[in-house]
């Protein structure tokens, strides 16, 4: 279960159980946060000025963010304190070809950014490791999902079991149809029909295959709230190109 919080004056979606991790800091931003993406045309030193609002919000002043470049692929991988400061100032900065980041180390705010696609946030509680990855139809197809757990398993020896998932707010299958190109990538439980349309279940999706990498139902957590029903947030399906990209954050302490 996913809780709707006000810091500064504005919600942030965090999961419940998640928030009596003394060592753990997460959050999902809703658009009252403003556009914190830089690659959508806006003033640079505006979404700088929010990013760092949010940052002290979350109680994170000091911390640096490390943002992915998010192609819409499946690649991750474990970051560190060499990679501080990536995508934090600029766009070009950002960690190339990567939709997924994890980390051991404190002091950095791992983020992806959004409007529709789905947030997965990862936690690792007894090893304190934190990830976070940006997965639409395309990464979702290409199972981003299953990529992170993987990834942890071959670099840090992590047991799926050990993983705990939010699955953050994102587009419903209630307001994504879609064509038979992109449905062809997707098995039929995860396709619906509605009048007349099939429309495809991005956060089931994302489930099935974290349960088929190995993580417990019990430690996966989605938010059951649709982007595009809920006017609180920024929506590509529902705005079209002029919708701004809210941040999903992971920190360790
Ligand atoms: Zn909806």
Redesign the pocket.
């Known amino acids: 279960m996913w809780q709707r919080i006000e810091l500064d004056g504005c919600g942030v979606w965090q999961v419940s159980h998640w928030q009596g991790y003394d060592w753990l800091i997460h959050s999902m931003t809703e658009a009252a946060w403003g556009n914190l993406a830089l690659h959508v045309g806006d003033d640079v030193d505006a979404v700088l000025r929010r990013r760092e609002r949010l940052s002290r919000a979350l109680g994170a002043a000091s911390c640096s963010w490390v943002l992915g470049e998010q192609i819409h692929g499946a690649r991750c991988r474990k970051v560190d304190i060499s990679d501080a400061g990536s995508g934090e100032a600029e766009q070009h900065s950002a960690l190339a070809g990567l939709d997924g980041l994890f980390t051991q180390d404190r002091q950095l705010l791992l983020g992806a950014l959004f409007a529709d696609c789905v947030p997965l946030l990862y936690v690792v509680p007894n090893h304190r490791i934190v990830g976070i990855a940006h997965a639409g139809w395309r990464g979702t197809a290409a199972t981003m999902a299953s990529s992170v757990v993987r990834s942890m398993g071959e670099t840090l020896g992590i047991n799926p079991k050990e993983i705990e998932v939010g699955i953050g707010p994102s587009?419903?299958?209630?307001?994504?149809p879609v064509g038979t190109d992109t449905a062809s990538h997707f098995s039929a439980d995860v396709l619906s029909e509605r009048d007349g349309r099939v429309h495809l279940d991005l956060v089931l999706a994302n489930t099935i295959q974290l349960l088929e990498s190995g993580v417990r139902e019990t430690a996966i957590y989605p938010a059951g709230v649709?982007?595009?029903?809920?006017r609180s947030f920024f929506s590509y399906r529902r705005d079209g190109s002029k919708a701004g990209r809210m941040a999903a954050l992971v920190l360790r302490r």
Request: hydrophobic share 10%.
């Open positions: 587009i419903g299958s209630c307001c994504y649709c982007t595009s029903c809920n």
